[in-house]
């Protein structure tokens, strides 16, 4: 199994920034990509950016472009989302998660990587609330 575990939210004034971590640990040679995800409430859960652990190449959800940014420290087997320029929407629950995820066509990779099914292990969750 993979465990992993968020930290890092809190409520923040628009425009303001947070940075969550997330910390894995357990067999990760099962997973090749963690990603981050964010559910609000009446909402579906929607990926926000991932990472692949291998190389380091990145996906981001059109609505945080430019504002996040994914990043892992393999060291510290930590993976951080610094969220820059926060809005209301931006509160949620959010979520990081670790995967295996299948080989695709280029055009396909980001889509794969922000699909919540392709996860299997999932953090508890952290808060984070903009106003």
Not at 30 to 53: C, D, H, L, M, S
Request: with cysteine.
């Amino acid at each position: 199994h993979v465990q992993l575990v968020e930290s890092g939210g809190g409520s923040v004034q628009i425009g303001g920034s947070l940075r969550l971590s997330c910390e894995v640990s357990g067999h990760t040679f099962r997973v090749n990509a963690i990603g981050w995800f964010r559910q609000a409430p009446g909402k579906e859960r929607e990926g926000v950016a991932a990472i692949y652990t291998d190389d380091g190449t990145t996906y981001y959800a059109d609505a945080v472009k430019g504002r996040f940014t994914i990043s892992q420290d393999n060291r510290k087997k930590t993976v951080y989302l610094q969220m820059n320029s926060l809005k209301p929407e931006d509160s949620a629950m959010y979520y990081c998660a670790a995967g295996n995820l299948l080989e695709a066509p280029i055009q396909a990779l980001g889509v794969v990587a922000l699909a919540t099914h392709n996860y299997n292990y999932w953090g508890q969750g952290t808060q984070v609330t903009v106003s």
